[in-house]
């Protein structure tokens, strides 16, 4: 399984950050598992985000519930992160993950003017 992230690398504050991830498998049912977004701010642990479920249900993180959406693509292999009115505080590397064990090499994004 393969996890690539895309999205800006910069991002002004007030700004919605919008972040894409695409799976790649030849061998897993990629619909079976939790499609998560995770993140880790610089100098901090990681942070659970949100994640796509196997019936298509968003799950997210009460603290970001009011700002974030995350989405699944027609192609089925590829899903979407978004954050509204971003503040410095979002900068972080952003990681999209199937399940616990599959993760991309991640993305960063600074929150700056």
């Known amino acids: 399984v393969q996890l690539q992230e895309s999205g800006p690398g910069l991002v002004k504050p007030s700004d919605t950050l919008s972040l894409e991830c695409t799976i790649s498998s030849t061998t897993t049912n990629i619909k079976n598992y939790y499609w998560n977004w995770i993140r880790q701010p610089p100098g901090k642990g990681l942070e659970w985000l949100g994640a796509?479920?196997?019936?298509?249900?968003?799950h997210y993180n009460p603290a970001l519930a009011s700002r974030i959406s995350i989405l699944r693509g027609t192609a089925n292999n590829h899903f979407t992160l978004q954050l509204t009115a971003v503040i410095p505080r979002d900068t972080a590397k952003y990681y999209c993950t199937l399940g616990l064990w599959d993760w991309g090499q991640g993305t960063q994004v600074l929150v700056s003017s």
């Open positions: 796509i479920g196997p019936s298509g249900e968003a």
